[in-house]
């Protein structure tokens, strides 16, 4: 009879486990961290392995588009905010591309950007990441889609997937987003002076 208890404990995991997330219709606007669809109509899902094949095979526009980290408040204005990230070598950080923000200003940012570093060809493979479960790097591939881009990649596993097998390296947030992003910011070198 100790088959009931496995029987039973085998139905409990079935029903605790997470249903899929649906995909939603357009770009997710909600909570940026929690569970993401498996699947991303008109783009191509891979994993850690297919990403370093294509990496070695075609070249790919590797997006990196984790937020970057902001200084807490309770931080004292006297020391300076310098915060690192890393990621996968070759990658582009446009860090917030991921947001959902239905903003003409943002889209017409995100898509000159992308132009700009595909040179214009919808056929280059682009390959959107962030960190696991993150909704930002589904956007960016989503919103590529919807742009037309003919050959786009999610790669969920993001940073810390790619990490498990391979190194990463520092980065710098890309200055042409930057700009286009947030025009009259200050410098880099202004904003640590004023705290």
Not at 5 to 13: H, T
Not at 35 to 55: E, H, Q, R, S, Y
Not at 146 to 165: A, C, R, T
């Amino acid at each position: 009879m100790r088959i009931i208890p496995v029987l039973a404990a085998a139905l409990f995991l079935t029903a605790a486990a997470a249903a899929p997330v649906p995909e939603p219709s357009g770009l997710w606007q909600g909570a940026m961290h929690g569970d993401t669809p498996n699947t991303l109509k008109g783009a191509t899902v891979i994993d850690t392995k297919a990403l370093a094949d294509m990496i070695r095979r075609e070249k790919p526009l590797l997006l990196d588009v984790v937020d970057q980290d902001k200084k807490s408040a309770s931080t004292s204005p006297d020391i300076p905010w310098m915060p690192t990230h890393r990621s996968i070598p070759g990658a582009v950080w446009l860090a917030g591309a991921g947001s959902g923000t239905s903003d003409p200003a943002f889209t017409a940012a995100f898509k000159t950007r992308i132009a700009a570093l595909t040179g214009g060809d919808i056929k280059k493979p682009i390959v959107a990441f962030c960190h696991p479960h993150c909704w930002g790097s589904w956007n960016a591939a989503k919103r590529l889609v919807i742009l037309g881009y003919k050959h786009v990649y999610w790669y969920p596993d993001g940073v810390e997937g790619w990490q498990s097998q391979d190194d990463i390296k520092v980065v710098k947030p890309d200055p042409a987003w930057e700009k286009a992003i947030s025009p009259g910011k200050p410098t880099k070198s202004k904003r640590i002076r004023e705290g």
